[in-house]
């Protein structure tokens, strides 16, 4: 497939400056950063992104009186901008917190207001004996009544206003009690202070103009420090998927490893030592070690304590009675030496498995470390505070890089380790695996990837299906959906899409359904000859030749021959493409690196498919006039089945014997098991498959004809008819159309070759 050739850039550096290092690539717009394994530490956070958080801080309050746009970042070092925005936002974020709470506190005041403006007209009397308190319950207001009345005061209820009466002896009780209920309270006299609600709105009004002026007049600067904020989310994302630690926290996760290797390794020596003093001790049942005393193995000399040193089968075993530095037998084990041994054998087989599995998690994270990591010397301290990260760019785009990097060591006046600054051959020196796909394909080709891309991103080394789609998604969509008329709708929307509809933001499909337009316009006027329902010649339209496929007659609704032609022509066209995608994927598993498998178990699956698509064909040969395929039908294709699955399950069972001892063999049974079930499924069910293709536009046919006789028995009214009818089955077949399409495309001919695993290269850019 058509690849651009990728460079690959790694770049260490001390972790705070790892950020800035991002910004700036991220500013050319033309990198993409490689993501870090999982197993491989990320380095700890730099100083940077604890001061991005305070923009977030202040920003979040402003965005509530303003909708910042995005602005162009300057290619300046990142920390100074953060902390040149930050200085300018604390002083804008004082003034507006400032007018905020004096917002929120008149706006109280305004809410209090209007609940007890209505009182300043009530004359409430004044007693000796009794205190008059205005109380605003809000939704405690059963509470606070009950509460009223067990200190004995008189309630009485305005709207949402309570007017509590109370002897003076009691009053300072139920007030403090109310308090505590959270409800508001306020005396007559207070009540007579209140300010209008009118006074009050229009102080609050003049606050919040005076709060909107001065955030439209650091409007630039809001707008800056937003764009300032997204672009460090970006970089903080792009570090923490992407910068590898080459210092202490990648030292660490190797010396746990080591360390736990070690225990292992040590346990699995003691419980080897017990398993052969058991054994030699197998004879016996039990052995009785006398109180006080202990079976120590290999004991420290000199023992202080009283013990008798035997050797048993080339081992130094001590009794001993009191303490000895050793490896103690328990004494459980020596009570049933038979039972003794068989948890030893246990615990070891226990062992040794934990033991290989993590000497494989450290061969792996080895293997990780020396791909991955641009030192790979296992200099941990050397490289304290240290981190990595790993961009692709294209070939063309290298100086790009060059650039920008010579223009950050500039501005940051720091000495940067840029180590390997190789121009890789796309294909000679970036592993596959790792390899990001950017495929350049000419217009209207490279509209489809978007299709393709729907089903998965082609790999490095594999067979891109982007130009075979191209080819076959209009015509099996035409061919369902041919008619002259509807085609040219299809057509008009494609044009729309690339010019007025979104704006053009959907330009691509626009290409793509106004080139399937004008595939559908081909299959009505040359293959079926209709337009909106009616045959060409009806309209009075002369054509030079015939139908190709002449499915619907003038005094028949459907041409019977003309079916048959159709669905022979669908089941060949299966039949070519299935075969085609047997061969592709023949070709995928060379270029994966696996010739013996292609040839071993894919080829022969391939000639199974073909077999029994012969075999599907001589059964319906009579039926759909295929006479032109006897001479090829006449050959023994069930010994051809027979001896292609012979020859897949021989190459499967070579390969497994040749993989046996491979810790990364091909999935040879599995992939044995599915290309017989796929092979078959090709050739009995997916080839019968492709009469989808007649059948919808038989639907077609059915459906337009039977709107166009409504419309005309309808007479002047018909035409509005028509227009509903055929603007309905015009979107509803075109919808099906599109599922059945990328069904064939997807189900029956990817599934057979395609795995669309694959990365797709997209630069880091920011504003």
Known sequence: MPLERVVEFRIAGDIDIIPELIYFIGKAGVAMFEE??????????????????????????????????QVKLPLENLEQQVNAVLEKLESIYKDVLYRVRLADELRTKLAISREIFSLKTVSIPKTESIDIFIVLPGKAIRETIELAKSFNASVIQQGNILIVAIERRSASQLKTALEKLGVKIFTPQEVAEVDPPDVIEDKLKKVEEELRAIVLRHKDLIDYAYTLRGAIATVIDTFNKSAIDEGLEVGRLFESYEREINRLEYQLASLSKIRKVLSALSEKESLKIPEGYKLVIDPETPIEAPHVIQEIDGIKIALVRGGAKGLEIPREYLTDIKTGRELVENAIRSTEVSLQKLKKELETLEKL????????????????????????????????????????????LVKLDVVKKIRYKYFDKVPVERRPTLEKYPTPIRQFTKIVYMYGVPKADELSPVPLVALIFPVFFGWMYGDLGHGFLLFLLGVLLMTKLYGGRHRDWGVIWTLTGLVSMFFGAFVYQEAFGFGLKELGIKMPTLPLLHIFGVHTLVESEGVIIALRAAFLLGFLLLLLAFISKIINTVLKGEPDVAIAVVLPQALLFFSLGMVFFSLIKDAFHMEFLTPLMQLPWIYVFLLAFIWSATGALVLKARYK?????????????????EGSLAALANIPSFSRL???????????????????????????????????????????????SLRLTFYEIFSKFYEGRGRLFTPLALP
């Not at 020396?370 to 063309?396: C, M, P, Q």
């Not at 001892?661 to 079930?677: K, L, N, R």
């Open 36 to 69: 870090r394994p999982e197993k491989l530490p990320k380095p700890h956070d730099p100083i940077l992104f604890q001061k991005a958080k305070k923009i977030d801080e202040f920003l979040n309050q402003l965005m509530l009186y303003i909708q910042p746009q």
């Open 369 to 412: 470390y020396g791909e991955y990591s641009l030192y790979g010397d296992k200099n941990w301290e050397g490289h304290r505070n240290t981190a990595s990260v790993i961009f692709y760019t294209l070939e063309k785009d290298v100086k790009k890089i060059d650039d920008i990097l010579t223009e950050f060591i500039r501005r940051n």
């Open 661 to 677: 001892h491979h810790e990364e063999a091909p999935p040879i049974t599995e992939e044995f098991i599915m290309g017989f079930v």
């Open 694 to 740: 007649v059948i919808l536009i038989l639907i077609h046919g059915v459906l337009t004809k039977l709107a166009n006789g409504v419309a005309i028995a309808l007479g002047p009214a018909g035409l509005l008819f028509a227009v509903f009818a055929h603007a309905l089955i015009a979107a509803a077949e075109g919808l099906f159309s599109t599922v059945q």
